[in-house]
């Protein structure tokens, strides 16, 4: 009986919901910075809320296989978050991140040496890491496809070979061609000022001043409806 009883109140919550506003694809109706320094970030209000990095850099890993939100405006969308206590923080954590940070940013940018920290693999023979997209010729018919097709299939990075087909800077492929690292991470974050992203436009879009709850509800929903950004980890939750 008890079961029952909260069924139904799911029944009447979901269909509350149902008509509650989300943003759209491309983020019409969210206030964006395209920052350069740190002062621009000034205008996004204290606090908590949620957020999305907007790039037309190349980003040619994700770190899943799942649906990624389309290209507009000549880039994408390749991270979004949820900061409960500051947005403003985690932004600047992301784009004008210190090359040694210890904690979890956006992954671009390659840390070179041995690392202890809580960084993510760029490439391994083991262990969760990046995917490339490759194409594949279709050998037998699917449910979408007919044989001969020529579709985009993931691919783990694995092999030296295969790292070097993310963007990389010169300096960077260098180094990664002449010295023996068995495993490469990313560093965590970026910081948008050096020579790599200083040509490149990086957008935040962002919403604050709202209830965890409408913040959860936002980011699950959007990422079902557009898909899940490449330098997320999670579908949903931290």
């Known amino acids: 009986m008890e079961n029952k009883l909260w069924l139904q109140e799911e029944q009447k919550f979901l269909q509350a919901i149902q008509d509650v506003k989300i943003p759209n694809a491309q983020l019409e109706d969210v206030a964006l910075i395209v920052p350069k320094v740190i002062i621009d970030l000034d205008s996004i209000p204290k606090g908590g809320g949620c957020y999305w990095i907007w790039t037309n850099e190349p980003v040619l890993h994700s770190l899943h296989k799942n649906p990624t939100p389309l290209p507009f405006n000549g880039g994408e969308i390749i991270y979004n978050g949820i900061a409960k206590d500051d947005v403003k923080g985690r932004v600047k954590h992301h784009l004008f991140g210190e090359v040694d940070a210890g904690w979890s940013g956006i992954s671009l940018d390659i840390h070179f040496g041995d690392t202890t920290s809580h960084r993510k693999k760029a490439l391994s023979e083991k262990g969760k ?57 990313f560093r965590n974050g970026i910081d948008i000022r050096e020579d790599k992203h200083k040509n490149f436009e990086f957008r935040v879009y962002y919403i604050t001043g709202l209830s965890s709850l409408y913040l959860d509800f936002i980011e699950k929903k959007w990422r079902e409806d557009v898909g899940l950004p490449k330098l997320c980890s999670y579908s949903s939750g931290r």
């Open 129 to 185: 890491v990046p995917y490339i997209k490759e194409k594949k010729v279709l050998q037998r018919k699917t449910k979408q496809h007919i044989k001969g097709d020529e579709v985009d299939v993931f691919k783990a990075i694995r092999s030296k070979d295969d790292f070097l087909k993310i963007y990389l800077t010169d300096s960077e492929k260098t180094i990664i061609e002449t010295v023996g690292y068995e495993k490469i991470y």
